[in-house]
């Protein structure tokens, strides 16, 4: 697989990653969806990784990086569905998180994702 979709529902992008990722498709997933973020005016961002079984220290970084990229332009970001092992490596490994908000599953994600665009837009509105 060449590239994972970028799907959108209103103001929100949904990356259901569906593969093992590599480092190339992990590259390829941050151009496409920051592209796309300013291309759709997205608020949100919304990452399933619930079919991820192992993250390394790459992708990890790659996350956080994607996450601080959406904030920069002006897009929340939730992961959803991290496996227990997932969430044991990033800790092991010490990887920075502080741009990622996670959520159990992709409906409380979307919650989750709504209730930071209403604020981001009530703080924009002062």
């Known amino acids: 697989m060449d590239k994972i979709p970028v799907l959108k529902i209103g ?11 590599h480092d190339q498709l992990a590259i390829s997933l941050q151009d496409d969806l920051t592209a796309r ?18 993250v390394d220290s790459f992708i990890g970084r790659m ?14 970001t939730v992961v959803v569905g991290m496996r227990p092992a997932v969430a044991i490596t990033i800790v092991e490994l010490g990887l920075p998180m502080e741009n990622i908000q996670t959520a159990l599953n992709v409906e409380r994600g979307v919650r989750k994702l709504k ?4 604020e981001s837009d009530k703080g924009f509105q002062r």
């Open 37 to 54: 973020i300013v291309k759709d005016h997205a608020k949100g961002v919304l990452i399933d990784i619930s079919s991820l079984e192992m």
């Open 63 to 76: 996350l956080g990086n994607i996450a601080a990229m959406s904030q920069a332009l002006g897009a929340q």
């Open 11 to 21: 103001d929100i992008l949904l990356i259901t990653i569906q593969v093992d990722m």
């Open 115 to 118: 209730s930071a665009m209403d």
